[in-house]
Structure formats: structure tokens, C-alpha cells
């Protein structure tokens, strides 16, 4: 059964970094796409950033508004791809975040949640002011 572990939440002040990482686990993944998306308390599930697969060359990134300049995914799908690295935190990115994959030879990058069939069980992030 395959799995994706999530690590790294925390509570941290506003203006701290985090990094999230996500390992999977029960098979090896070759080639894919991944996404991280978060969701608050009251709120629905929110797209939070993409990569694309893209070989050695590192994959195509997308970044919701909210994180843009702030957060980033790796470019180099041959070191460790998976992990969120978020910096300048601010109280409003307070949520649960989850990972999630989908197997991909594309150079496409994913935003939507069902477009992904493997999910991690989510870790929690709080920011305070």
C-alpha cells in the first residue's frame, strides 16, 4: 500500500521558516507530478503549490498567490523533490498541510486536488503573531 509521511509542521513565530518534507513509502515512484495544499480550520482545501515532472532537469513550478515568493518546491526532481520550504510565515498560513502525487511523465504541473490519487495525512502548521 503506498503512503506519503508528512514531517515538519510545527509552531513557529510569524516571519519563521518551516520545511515540510514527504516521504513516500510502500514503492518507489519513478516519474511524477506533486502538489501541496493546506486547509484551515472552517475552510476548504486550498491549492498551496505544484511541481511538474520533468526528468533530470528539474520540473515546472506553480504557486498560489498566497505563497508566491515565499514558499518553494525543489526544481531538481533528482535530489529529494519532495518538500515545501516556507519562509516569512504569516498567521493567516495557519493549517494543515498535506502532499499528495500523482504518477507523471508531463511537464504539466497539477492544482487541483482530485487531480492527484496519492495523499499524505496531513501535518500540522500554526503561525503565530
Known amino acids: 500500500q503506498v503512503q506519503l509521511v508528512e514531517s515538519g509542521g510545527g509552531l513557529v513565530q510569524a516571519g519563521d521558516s518551516l520545511r515540510l518534507d514527504c516521504a513516500p513509502s510502500?514503492?518507489?515512484?519513478?516519474?511524477?507530478?506533486m502538489g501541496w495544499f493546506r486547509q484551515a480550520p472552517g475552510k476548504e482545501r486550498e491549492f498551496v503549490a505544484a511541481?511538474?515532472?520533468?526528468?533530470?532537469?528539474?520540473?515546472?513550478?506553480y504557486y498560489a498567490d498566497a505563497g508566491k515568493g515565499r514558499f518553494t518546491i525543489p526544481r531538481d526532481n533528482a535530489k529529494n523533490p519532495l518538500y515545501l520550504q516556507m519562509n516569512s510565515l504569516k498567521p493567516e498560513a495557519t493549517a494543515v498541510y498535506y502532499c499528495a502525487l500523482r504518477l507523471d511523465q508531463s511537464t504539466r504541473y497539477y492544482l487541483r486536488a482530485y487531480e492527484y490519487r496519492y495523499w499524505g495525512q496531513g501535518t500540522q502548521v500554526t503561525v503565530s503573531s
Open positions: 511541481i511538474s515532472w520533468s526528468g533530470w532537469s528539474g520540473g515546472n513550478t
Open positions: 510502500g514503492r518507489t515512484f519513478s516519474s511524477y507530478a
